[in-house]
């Protein structure tokens, strides 16, 4: 049986991982970017390169989508050239972008008008997580869809939730954000204490890694920061904007966040020093030059 063409928008640091772990899959994946050359290597093993996003609409019946900000989604989705104007009836688009669950309703109402089927399936795991296949998918829609695209997201992830209906994705996705937030502040200061004490950081990590303050942030994230290695698995900028989209979101719903607000302060300092494209690792880069 001949495996459906898949379209694929977003080559970045997740988006590359998980069209190779689809192409290993046997897929036959049709791809978009802005900047073409950052999908050169994947073009090169084998990956169909589309000139605009429509062109793609029109390739694939199963379309991915992950960029950086709300705002890049709606244009993507709904501009002139957009996909819910060009794919055909019928076809399945996943936004697995970060972004506004009040977004990613408008996208599902505007979908079913157009008998398309629209899910938000953001995701959580950063650069290891994509690369690993382990990322955890959080997905919002219809149950039914859920099932047909489950054997894709078991390519490239192995935590897989629908939580509800449209938008429920990025509901969850921004909880946890809220958590991730919150860990990074307690792992920073943890190891800024411990450096400051005198103590030997990666037998400190020995230590908590396994006790009950263990995370993803401490044992992926953190001996990073010791190693002085703050390259993006997830860049400060969509951070800010995660923690933008939570904290409006929260708001809405009567919520005060005063510990994100507090994440969201600092790491807006280091991105007015120039530090916005670095990973959200460098949080710890605020304690130790302070």
């Known amino acids: 049986m001949t495996q459906p063409r898949i379209g694929f928008i977003g080559t970045g640091v997740m988006g590359k991982s998980m069209i190779r772990h689809l192409m290993k899959g046997g897929y036959d ?5 802005r900047t073409k050359e950052k999908a050169r290597e994947l073009i090169n093993e084998g990956a169909h390169w589309c000139e605009t996003p429509g062109e793609l609409a029109e390739s694939a019946p199963i379309i991915f989508t992950i960029v950086g900000y709300p705002s890049d989604v709606e244009e993507l989705y709904l501009g002139k050239d957009g996909l819910l104007n060009r794919a055909s009836r019928g076809t399945t ?7 506004k669950p009040a977004l990613a309703q408008r996208l599902y109402e505007e979908a079913s008008k157009r008998e398309l089927h629209m899910m938000d399936a953001p995701v959580s795991g950063g650069d290891v997580g994509a690369k690993q296949g382990t990322l955890a998918i959080m997905v919002g829609g219809e149950k039914a869809v859920f099932d047909t695209l489950l054997p894709l997201f078991r390519l490239f992830g192995e935590n897989i939730q629908l939580q509800g209906r449209a938008g429920a994705g990025q509901y969850t996705k ?7 937030a919150g860990t990074m502040l307690g792992v ?9 004490s005198g103590l030997d950081q990666d037998n400190v990590l020995k230590s908590i890694q396994t006790g009950a303050a263990r995370s993803f942030a401490l044992s992926e994230l953190a001996p990073r920061m010791v190693k002085g290695d703050f390259e993006p698995g997830f860049y400060i900028k969509h951070f800010i904007k995660d923690m933008r989209i939570a904290i409006e979101s929260a708001e809405e719903l009567g919520l005060k966040m005063p510990g994100l607000s507090l994440a969201k302060e600092l790491y807006e300092k280091l991105a007015e020093t120039g530090q916005e494209n670095a990973g959200t690792q460098a949080l710890y880069t605020y304690y130790i030059n302070h």
């Open 93 to 99: 688009l996943v936004d697995m972008t970060t972004s």
């Open 188 to 196: 920073s200061e943890a190891l800024a204490y411990a450096k400051t």
């Open 174 to 180: 921004m909880a946890n954000q809220i958590a991730v």
């Open 29 to 33: 994946l049709y791809i978009y970017n």
